[in-house]
């Protein structure tokens, strides 16, 4: 089991970037492929990106290409979101969570049903 905390959310203006963090802690973080989602207010939870156990596999949702880049640090127990040029768009609450699967597919690791933990999300606002 794992445990998930979010950090790093916030209120910014259009085009100042953000970066989110999600802790790590419990059993070994590399064992996890891992992934970011949100969920904007009136909104279902949308997948963000995704990376395998290693950092070496990446995916995102087509809205966040070139602007956000998702990381991971194996020896810190961290995962990190790198967002740039976020738009009011990117409005959302922004959830950690971790896979027991080893990565397969980019769309299977969109799904949320492939995650067995989550955190409990940071919130980021974008404004005009």
């Known amino acids: 089991q794992v445990q998930l905390v979010e950090s790093g959310g916030g209120s910014v203006q259009t085009g100042v970037s953000l970066r989110l963090s999600c802790a790590a802690s419990?059993?070994?973080?590399?064992?996890?492929?891992m992934a970011w989602f949100r969920q904007a207010p009136g909104k279902e939870r949308e997948f963000v990106a995704s990376?395998?156990?290693?950092?070496?596999?990446?995916a995102y949702v087509d809205s966040i290409k070139g602007r956000f880049t998702i990381s991971r640090d194996n020896t810190k127990n961290t995962l990190n979101l790198q967002m740039n040029s976020p738009k009011p768009e990117d409005t959302a609450i922004y959830y950690c969570?971790?896979?027991?699967?080893?990565?397969?597919?980019?769309?299977?690791?969109?799904?949320?049903?492939?995650?067995?933990?989550w955190g409990q999300g940071t919130q980021v606002t974008v404004s005009s």
């Open positions: 969570a971790a896979s027991n699967r080893v990565y397969t597919s980019n769309y299977v690791m969109s799904l949320e049903a492939t995650y067995d933990y």
């Open positions: 419990g059993r070994t973080f590399s064992s996890y492929a």
């Open positions: 990376i395998s156990r290693g950092g070496g596999r990446t």
